[in-house]
């Protein structure tokens, strides 16, 4: 099905997760900006650690490059300890924010708590970006699609058709993730049928809006192919994105794939 996020630049968004420091993701969010300078076709965003989003948001003023958070808390402000709310993200700069990412889900953030954080995002003005992804044990037991539904479905309840139009989706198979071993295009697109017929079930119109990206090893070598699949509207990239050599080449294949 073609949709409203058929007609959007594709996403390369880089999750660089509990990596970097203060430096060197300052001179990596420059790398990052200027290959986003030469790939205008593609929209690009970093997702740096919490303590760096500032020093990021400076280093990246100016470009094209939107800035984002890894994850937040679902309420504004309160007695909550170590947590972080998308109004505080928002306020040193961010456009975006991870909701659900499988690595959170590992350590205990249940589906209704994701559900929370992406109304919390939008709340605060960002675009939630919900992760989604099946276990390898869920795939072999051919509940996949019923596991992306779940997640899609409580990551996104409640919501307003204006308010699912400013999501972004990615599929994120578990057993892809840092592993090396990619999804085919074939299973990433047929993943992304589920995912677009899901949404669409549940919001009509609206449902044709978000961009569906695949991430999980995502690399120079399979980016284009990727992206070049029907249904894959960009990459979240996690290991690559560290790399400033890496993640410029999966940008201009973003860039390459519209074409
Ligand atoms: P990976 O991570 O590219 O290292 O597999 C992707 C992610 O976790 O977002």
């Not at 995002?121 to 779940?150: F, I, K, N, Q």
């Amino acid at each position: 099905m073609r949709g409203a996020a058929d007609g959007r630049p594709l996403l390369v968004a880089g999750n660089w997760k509990m990596f970097t420091r203060a430096a060197t993701a300052a001179e990596l969010a420059g790398a990052v900006a200027s290959a986003a300078d030469a790939a205008p076709g593609a929209d690009v965003a970093v997702f740096p650690p919490f303590p760096y989003l500032s020093g990021v948001a400076a280093a990246l003023r100016g470009s094209r490059v939107a800035l984002g958070a890894q994850c937040c808390h679902d309420r504004a402000e309160g007695a909550h300890t170590g947590e972080v709310s998308a109004e505080m993200a928002a306020d040193v700069g961010c456009r975006m924010v991870l909701c659900g990412h499988s690595e959170r889900r590992q350590a205990g953030e249940s589906d209704e708590a994701v559900g929370l954080r992406v109304r919390a995002a939008l709340r605060a003005g960002l675009v939630p970006v919900l992760c989604v992804g099946e276990t390898l044990a869920e795939r072999e037991s051919g509940a996949a699609d019923r596991v992306l539904e779940r997640q899609l479905l409580s990551g996104t309840h409640g919501l307003a058709a204006d308010e699912v139009r400013r999501v972004d989706v990615a599929y994120e198979p578990v057993w892809a993730i840092g592993t090396g071993r990619t999804a085919t295009p074939e299973t990433a697109v047929a993943a992304h049928r589920t995912i677009r017929a899901a949404l669409v079930r549940t919001f009509g119109d609206a449902g044709a809006f978000p961009r569906i990206l695949y991430g999980g090893s995502v690399k120079p070598s399979n980016a284009e192919e990727l992206m070049r699949s029907e249904g894959v509207q960009g990459v979240l990239v996690g290991g690559a994105s560290l790399d400033a050599a890496s993640f410029r080449a999966i940008i201009l294949a973003g860039a390459a794939a519209r074409s």
